[in-house]
């Protein structure tokens, strides 16, 4: 637990030295301009490398936080108030519409880059339509589990799993709103694939990244990761 809190607030420190030299102001995400080398020293322009490195840093925090989230799932489950709870047959659907998503959003970031528009249209509505899904999928799991009887306090296993799948889902739902502007700008008629090039990429990275985080929530819910974690104890010992 130490560890990841030593983690966490190295990845802030690093994050607000970041923005202590950028535009705190500026949306670069939100960006619809193409990426243009400077025709003469002191020209003012955007700089991907520098955007991307803000979201990797961003990505960096998320997974620290997610990180913490984990080793106190691990650390409660040892006691003896603890009780598993179902996984809904409907996880399965969410992960592979995630899966998807994030297969779009590849795919849009391969169009954008080659310049063709007519792909990156549909390529930008799946990946969000399945993104979409993905939320009301969530929401339809956990009704089931209400519904059943599974209710947020009825013991820590089931705390953890709201608390995850909601902490998860804001994620999601935060990337939506990038996602939205960029799919909203794909229709206009004065833009370009080069002047969507960016946005696009930088939501199919986050994209990529929450499907990882999930993938892993998932093999936590599923008692894939105890099982792997009991694996590495019996090896060590």
Known sequence: MSVVLIF???IAAIMIWWLSGQRLTSKPWLETGSVQMPDHIGTERQQPPAVKIG??????????????????YFMRMASADWWGMPIPR??????????LSSAALQWARREAGQGRMESL????????????????????AWRELTAAGYVLADNPANSFFYMLTGLHG???????????????????????????????????????????????????????????????RTLLN
């Open 170 to 232: 804001l994620h999601i739902l935060g990337g939506l709103a990038v996602l939205t502007h960029t799919t909203v700008r794909a229709f206009s008629t004065d833009v370009t694939p080069d002047r969507l090039r960016l946005s696009v990429d930088l939501s199919a990275i986050y994209s990529h990244f929450m499907l990882a985080v999930w993938l892993l929530l998932f093999a936590l819910f599923a008692g894939w990761a105890n099982d792997f974690v009991d694996l590495c």
């Open 90 to 99: 409907l996880l399965w659907v969410n992960t592979a519409a995630l899966a």
């Open 121 to 140: 249209r549909p390529a930008l509505m799946t990946g969000l339509g399945l993104a979409v899904f993905f939320l009301a999928g969530q929401i339809q």
């Open 55 to 72: 979201l990797f840093v961003f990505l960096g925090v998320v997974g620290a936080v997610f990180s913490l989230a984990v080793s106190a």
């Open 8 to 10: 966490l607030a190295a």
